[in-house]
């Protein structure tokens, strides 16, 4: 069983371009995140959910938009896509930190990798 | 100051010997200190974690040594293996807020056989 899953895996489009990125975890997890990794491998943390809602919301574009329509999915819509959105996106969870002796791990996807044309 | 540097950016060990990779932070309100792995086209693994009330914490043949007053740690991998092959990212977060896990810049360890 996958843990945390991510689709698609890769995502090739052009400039100006609107794209969706989706992740779901099966752990039982109340928060989610998204990271970026750039070609330097380079992890930046994007935004975190808990329980559906925002509680980080880095200096990233608005272009990029989250969505979590329950605690076990959380999606990432990019609006007008640039060169620079090429990157690996890594969607991650983990549990709440009252409830679980390994509360800071998180679980990631295996990542999807966008390139921008 | 949220940063975590590490070093060095790569590093290449023979089959046999230890590997070494130092994270120095700047705020001290981090508690918790994770190392991931990261093998070419997954996501990161958490591979071992420490908490700043110990000076040391060893899982197999990985060793975190933590020093609180020097705001540095770093990952000691012995009888490094062709296996252990992967980009390792040492991480601080503060256990006060919600989890944002600040990660160093990564290293890349190539062992060879």
């Known amino acids: 069983d996958t843990a945390v899953s991510q689709t698609p895996k890769y995502l090739v489009t052009q400039m100006g371009n609107d794209k969706s990125i989706k992740c779901e975890q099966n752990?039982?997890?109340?928060?989610m995140y998204w990271y970026k990794q750039d070609s330097k491998k380079f992890l930046k943390i994007m935004f975190s959910y808990n329980n559906k809602e925002l509680i980080i919301n880095e200096t990233v574009p608005n272009r990029f938009s989250p969505k979590s329509p329950d605690k076990a999915h959380l999606n990432l819509h990019i609006n007008s896509l640039e060169l620079g959105d090429s990157a690996v996106y890594f969607c991650?969870?983990?549990?709440?930190?009252?409830?679980?002796?390994?509360?800071?791990?998180?679980?990631f996807g295996p990542g999807t990798r966008l390139t921008v044309t | 100051q949220q940063q975590v540097k590490q070093s060095p950016q790569s590093l290449i060990v023979q089959k046999g010997g230890i590997s070494i990779i130092n994270c120095a932070y700047e705020?001290?309100?981090?508690?918790?200190f994770p190392w991931y792995q990261q093998f070419p086209g997954k996501g990161p693994a958490l591979l071992i974690a420490i908490r700043p009330d110990v000076s040391e914490k060893k899982e197999g043949r990985f060793t975190i040594s933590f020093n609180k007053s020097a705001k540095q740690f770093s990952l000691h991998i012995m009888d490094s293996q062709p296996g252990d092959s992967a980009t390792y990212f040492c991480a601080a977060t503060n256990s006060g807020g919600y989890q944002k896990v600040t990660f160093g810049t990564g290293t890349k360890l190539q062992v060879i056989p």
């Open positions: 752990l039982g997890h109340d928060t």
């Open positions: 991650a969870s983990s549990a709440n930190l009252r409830l679980s002796g390994r509360s800071y791990e998180q679980y």
């Open positions: 705020n001290t309100a981090f508690d918790y």
